[in-house]
């Protein structure tokens, strides 16, 4: 079945350093979202990303979807104490969003 | 701004009993999820509700759980004969009839088995 990979499953970052994220599919994804969740939080929309190659860019997060829509990334920089959380990436298969399992990022001051 | 809301927050039951979960997505959403979460791993997809019937569900979703919508405005999963691996944190999420938008979550509910 489909399968979405994320890694490093934690990181540990000093305050200012980067961050990022791998995302990687067992197949073709029509698009791939990531989704940051704070402790005890739930699931919050960061972005989506459609286009083979695409990079989108939200102030120090920036995102690439590979160019055969199988693998994205997600990188943080200057990271803040603020972007502690888990970062998941989300595959969309038909109507089914399949979750990775996640990075677990935190920062110290 | 609109968002799903999920009812209760925290839900104790004892290994055995059934529980449902209550969900009351965006209104004008089309598409229905419910994820699990168990703590401290990934979300987990159980399934997704269109046209008021099952589009897709996971193995997770076996016999032992069933969703349903009741009326126009509520989307609900039962879990029957609760065990204690069943704990865990249950998300709702809604998405509207694009299917290139994205999902929006509920606060979720804590489930608890003892």
């Known amino acids: 079945g489909q399968q979405v990979m994320q890694i490093p499953q934690y990181q540990h970052v000093q305050e200012g350093e980067d961050f990022t994220t791998y995302c990687n599919s067992s197949?073709?994804?029509?698009?791939i979202q990531w989704y940051k969740q704070r402790p005890g939080g739930h699931p919050v929309f960061l972005i989506q990303l459609v286009k083979s190659g695409e990079v989108k860019k939200q102030k120090r997060l920036t995102f690439q979807f590979g160019e055969a829509k199988k693998n994205s990334s997600l990188h943080i920089t200057a990271t803040q104490t603020t972007d502690v959380g888990t970062y998941f990436c989300a595959g969309r298969l038909g109507q089914n969003f399949v979750f990775g399992p996640g990075t677990r990022l935190s920062v110290l001051p | 701004e609109p968002e799903v809301t999920q009812t209760p927050s925290h839900q104790v039951t004892q290994m055995g009993q059934e529980v449902i979960l209550r969900c009351v997505p965006i209104?004008?959403?089309?598409?229905f999820y419910w994820y699990r979460q168990i703590l401290g791993q990934k979300v987990e997809f159980l399934v997704s509700?269109?046209?008021?019937?099952?589009?897709?569900k996971s193995e997770i979703f076996d016999d032992q759980f069933s969703v349903e919508r009741p009326d126009g405005s509520n989307f609900t999963l039962k879990i029957r004969s609760t065990k204690l691996e069943d704990s865990a944190m249950y998300f709702c999420?809604?998405?509207?009839?694009?299917?290139?938008?994205?999902?929006?979550f509920g606060q979720g509910t804590r489930l608890t088995v003892v």
């Open positions: 197949t073709t994804l029509s698009n």
């Open positions: 509700f269109y046209n008021n019937e099952i589009s897709e």
């Open positions: 209104s004008n959403h089309l598409y």
């Open positions: 999420a809604s998405s509207p009839p694009n299917p290139n938008t994205e999902a929006f």
